[in-house]
């Protein structure tokens, strides 16, 4: 999953501070492998698939995006320097002892 989700964030860089997007990306792929397209699908079939495992969780795709962009800084998207400058008042926020 990872390479997938590094391939998108290296080559379609609106997906990097949107997991929407990301989303429909790797579903895009990943039904055109099973001949299907994804403008043409129902939301029920769709849900089905992901329900029965036929396409990727949505929070395995994020769970990936989060590690490739940590490794990756060229995969990195505008946000993500501003989510971080936030972490350690998020910490003290949340009483962790940093």
Do not use: F
């Not at 929407?20 to 403008?39: C, R, S």
């Not at 029920?44 to 940590?70: C, F, G, Y």
């Amino acid at each position: 999953m990872q390479d997938k989700v590094k391939h998108i964030l290296l080559t379609k860089r609106h997906c990097r501070d949107n997991d929407v997007y990301l989303i429909y990306e790797i579903w895009t792929k990943e039904l055109a492998n099973l001949n299907l397209d994804i403008k043409n699908m129902h939301l029920v079939p769709t849900l089905k698939m992901w329900a029965n495992k036929e396409i990727s969780h949505p929070s395995a795709i994020m769970r990936a995006r989060r590690k490739v962009q940590e490794d990756h800084k060229e995969a990195r998207g505008s946000l993500w320097e501003e989510r971080h400058k936030q972490q350690e008042q998020v910490q003290q926020d949340l009483g962790y002892n940093i």
